[in-house]
Structure formats: structure tokens, C-alpha cells
């Protein structure tokens, strides 16, 4: 419990992990390649796991998380506590499931990668704290009803695609949504008799 309760405080301070611009391919690699060093340390639990709450692996060739939750409980002394990953700049052309395991993810910075598929953006849905994200710069952003979609599927969100989202933005994406999205049909199954 103190320990938990110091990382609360050490981790507001702490910088983030920083891969960025690596060269990364694999979430793997991540265990081998030395992190970029700023001019705040990250410190160390007693296990010698770091305590940061936020990562960067912008601008790199990443095209899938596979193993993003077993290499972020290799590095990280609380993974679940990750507040803050910024994936931009990347290859990814979906949303992996993997981000949903992070249960008290805030901001999230996708922009700039491949994901084509508007439909990806349901999966955040399951990121109940999820307030910050950016996806400008995928394909998804030349779809109709882009911005709405999203606000519809996220209605939390504070700000999208570094622009704040207003009372307006939410009301008029309720309403996109009863216009444009029908709801999925239900079978009711029903015992022959």
C-alpha cells in the first residue's frame, strides 16, 4: 500500500517512458532497446521496475501491439496505472484490444498511422477514463461523418484530434448517430415448443 501510494506521487512527476524515433518494429524490442534518456530520471521500484504512468513510441514502424501487455508488465512496476501513450507516427492499421487492458488510459495519440476501418474506433469504447485522443492523419479521417462518429462512439472525450470537444460537438454528434448509425438487431431465441 505505501508503495502504491508513493508511485502515485512519484509518477505525476515522472517523465515518460520515451521510445520514440527507435527504429521500433516490434513491441518486443522494447525489452532490449535502451529508452531515450531526458533530463528527469525515471526512478525504479525496489524490483527495479520504472514508475511512470506515460510511454512514447511515436515514430517508429510499429504495425501491431502484439505482447504490448506482457512487455508493459516487464517494464513497468504498475502497468495498469498507464495514463498516457502516444503510438504516432506508426504503421498500425487497426485498434488493437491490447489498449483496452489499461484500464485508466486518459490520452491517447494515434494519429498518423494506417487504420482505415472507422469501426476500429468502437474498441476504445471499453476506456471508461479515456478523455484525450488523436487519429487525424488515418485513412478513417477522409470518412464521412469522421468527427462525429467518434464523438458518438466516445462521448467522454475532452479533446479530439488536439481540438477541445464543445456541448455542441457532443449534441450534434447524438444526433448524427440517431441519423446515421441503426442499431444492431437482437435475435430472440425461442424454444420450439
Do not use: W
Given at each position: 500500500m505505501t508503495l502504491r501510494w508513493?508511485?502515485?506521487?512519484?509518477?505525476?512527476?515522472?517523465?515518460?517512458?520515451?521510445?520514440?524515433f527507435r527504429g521500433i518494429n516490434f513491441i518486443q524490442d522494447l525489452l532490449t532497446e535502451e529508452p531515450r534518456t531526458g533530463p528527469k530520471v525515471i526512478k525504479r521500484s525496489p524490483r527495479g521496475k520504472l514508475?511512470?504512468?506515460?510511454?512514447?513510441l511515436n515514430n517508429n514502424t510499429i504495425n501491431e501491439l502484439t505482447d504490448f501487455t506482457s512487455t508493459m508488465e516487464q517494464l513497468l512496476e504498475y502497468p495498469d496505472e498507464l495514463s498516457w501513450i502516444d503510438?504516432?507516427?506508426?504503421?498500425?492499421?487497426?485498434?488493437?484490444?491490447?489498449?483496452?487492458?489499461?484500464?485508466?488510459?486518459?490520452?491517447?495519440?494515434?494519429?498518423?498511422?494506417?487504420?482505415?476501418?472507422?469501426?476500429?474506433?468502437d474498441k476504445l469504447a471499453a476506456l471508461p477514463l479515456l478523455r484525450t485522443l488523436t487519429l487525424h492523419g488515418n485513412p478513417i479521417e477522409e470518412e464521412k461523418g469522421?468527427?462525429?462518429?467518434?464523438?458518438?462512439?466516445?462521448?467522454?472525450?475532452?479533446?479530439?484530434?488536439?481540438?477541445?470537444?464543445?456541448?455542441?460537438?457532443?449534441?450534434?454528434?447524438a444526433i448524427w448517430r440517431r441519423m446515421n448509425v441503426r442499431p444492431k438487431k437482437t435475435k430472440i431465441k425461442r424454444d420450439d415448443y
Open positions: 508513493d508511485f502515485c506521487k512519484i509518477s505525476l512527476q515522472a517523465p515518460p517512458l520515451d521510445y520514440s514508475l511512470t504512468q506515460a510511454l512514447r503510438l504516432s507516427f506508426n504503421d498500425l492499421g487497426t485498434i488493437d484490444l491490447e489498449l483496452t487492458m489499461f484500464p485508466n488510459l486518459r490520452a491517447l495519440n494515434l494519429h498518423g498511422n494506417s487504420i482505415q476501418s472507422l469501426g476500429e474506433v469522421y468527427r462525429n462518429y467518434v464523438l458518438s462512439v466516445l462521448p467522454h472525450l475532452k479533446a479530439f484530434d488536439f481540438s477541445g470537444v464543445t456541448k455542441q460537438d457532443r449534441s450534434t454528434a
